[in-house]
Nanobody, 123 residues
Framework: QMQLVESGGGLVQAGASLRLSCAAS????????MGWFRQAPGKEREFVAA????????LYADSVKGRFTISRDNAQNTVYLQMNTLTPKDTAVYYC????????????????WGQGTQVTVSS
């Protein structure tokens, strides 16, 4: 059973940057695609970014493309989400998840989820 713990969220002003981390335990992440999702107040959870098990392929939602970067360090069992040029529309709880071996944006294909970290962007 894999446990995922997100950190790095907080309250920032528009235009600022944040780096989220997702630390895994109980199982290595090296065989799994990893993803970040987010859920804004009153909205459904949505895909943000995903990275293939070896880091060679990434996938982004159009809304974050060019601003967010997903990366991973399998040796540290950790996944990161660098978020730049944040806007109030990025305000949400951000979740890390472990998926299948292939990269995907489909939530139902992710099996392990963290508890989330709050990101709030003020205007």
């Amino acid at each position: 059973q894999m446990q995922l713990v997100e950190s790095g969220g907080g309250l920032v002003q528009a235009g600022a940057s944040l780096r989220l981390s997702c630390a895994a335990s109980g199982r290595t992440i090296s065989s799994f695609a990893m993803g970040w999702f987010r859920q804004a107040p009153g909205k459904e959870r949505e895909f943000v970014a995903a990275i293939m098990w070896n880091g060679y392929s990434t996938l982004y939602a159009d809304s974050v493309k060019g601003r967010f970067t997903i990366s991973r360090d399998n040796a540290q069992n950790t996944v990161y989400l660098q978020m730049n040029t944040l806007t109030p529309k990025d305000t949400a709880v951000y979740y890390c998840a472990a998926g299948p071996a292939y990269i995907t944006a489909r939530q139902e294909q992710y099996n392990s989820w963290g508890q989330g970290t709050q990101v709030t962007v003020s205007s």
